[in-house]
């Protein structure tokens, strides 16, 4: 994995917390003014749909950069939708129907933490999907994001990369702290023991589905400041390219 994706990914980015608090406030109301104009708030007209994906190692920091990126926002002008397991009803139907519902439409802003990527990510490593079923995914997502970009969608791919120390010391953090203790589960402690072939199928994941309409951003999460500026500013150059 020498020449891997993630190995190019530079963990080393750092931010001050000086720095960081300043960058923060300015990016916090540059994204504010953004969505107003997206929801018709400012300027009495609807902008396109957003939807920003977050995929990331566990305790990577997904919830922190989620929380940064909503903070200045009306609650009522965003939606996020956490994805686990899908249950038995959604297991009925094709891995991507328990997704649409939460599309948003024009003038709407849906933030996904986990996302449909599970189907090659999780379910490939842990078995959950066929063989068949997970390489055929691939095509099958590449069609759907199309389909929604073509349509006017803002469509934001994050994926939040830290070392394996890095993820050992966030989890040892959560195991002593009473009221994080919840986020640290005994699967986590189990995927970290196939980190090797969670790095494979993220390699794969991004040759595949990394395109011109729907490309990937790839975050350096080792330090949580830098990942949740990262994130707002991909977020705002995005949605300014898109309303012109």
Not at 119 to 134: I, K, M, N, T
Not at 174 to 200: H, S, V
Request: glycine share 6%; with cysteine; charged share 30%.
């Amino acid at each position: 994995m020498e020449h891997s994706i993630l190995s190019h990914v530079d963990l080393s980015q750092r931010l001050k917390r000086k720095e960081y608090d300043q960058i923060l406030a300015e990016r916090q109301q540059e994204f504010l003014a953004l969505r107003l104009r997206l929801g018709g708030q400012v300027g009495g007209k609807l902008g396109p749909p957003l939807l920003i994906l977050f995929e990331g190692w566990d305790a990577a920091g997904k919830g922190g950069c989620i929380r940064r990126l909503t903070a200045p926002l009306d609650p009522r002008h965003f939606s996020v939708f956490q994805y686990q397991a899908p249950n038995d009803r959604e297991k009925r139907h094709h891995f991507l129907w328990r997704f649409w519902p939460a599309v948003p439409g024009r003038g709407g802003m849906c933030i996904f933490d986990r996302t449909w990527y599970g189907r090659v990510l999780v379910e490939r490593v842990e078995g959950f999907a066929s063989v068949p079923d997970w390489r055929r995914a691939y095509e099958e997502i590449r069609h759907w994001e199309s389909l929604l970009v073509s349509d006017g969608m803002i469509l934001i791919k994050f994926f939040l990369h830290i070392s394996s120390k890095e993820q050992k010391k966030r989890f040892e953090s959560r195991a002593e702290d009473p009221l994080r203790q919840w986020k640290l589960t005994d699967e986590d402690w189990r995927n970290r023991k196939k980190r090797r072939e969670y790095e494979e199928a993220i390699q794969e994941m991004v040759e595949k589905t990394d395109t011109v309409l729907s490309p990937w951003t790839m975050v350096a999460a080792e330090q949580k400041r830098f990942a949740r500026i990262k994130v707002l500013e991909t977020v705002i150059q995005s949605v300014e390219a898109a309303l012109g």
